[in-house]
């Protein structure tokens, strides 16, 4: 877990996202879901940092990939909302898989 946070902190998600997959057997799935979707809100958000300050045509993959990654974390948190399906935190797996589905602009998928 500290790796994770490590790799999170030092702005590589995609790095701290590989190591989700190691978690399963140390922690539940929905815990390791959830990881699994901040850590590509997370990647999301740096390469719209990356972006901000570049020439359009270099920033444009920038924010392209940024949408794929919020469409990602999307994708992840309604699978984390299966997972949660009859817990008191189901709300909030649903309400994260919408924003980051709005966040990514697959806006058929954050009303479904």
Known sequence: MDAYHFYMIA??????????RLFTPIFSK?????????????????????????????ARPLRRQARLQFRTSGQ????????????????DAI???AESYLRGQAFDQAVS
């Open 95 to 97: 309400w994260h898989s």
């Open 76 to 91: 992840t948190y309604a699978k984390l909302a299966k997972l949660r399906v009859t817990t008191r935190d189901y709300p």
């Open 11 to 20: 702005g590589k998600p995609e790095r701290a996202i590989e190591l989700t």
């Open 30 to 58: 929905s815990r390791a879901t959830e990881l699994k979707a901040e850590g590509h809100v997370a990647w999301g958000e740096n390469e719209l940092r990356r972006a901000a300050d570049l020439p359009e045509s270099q």
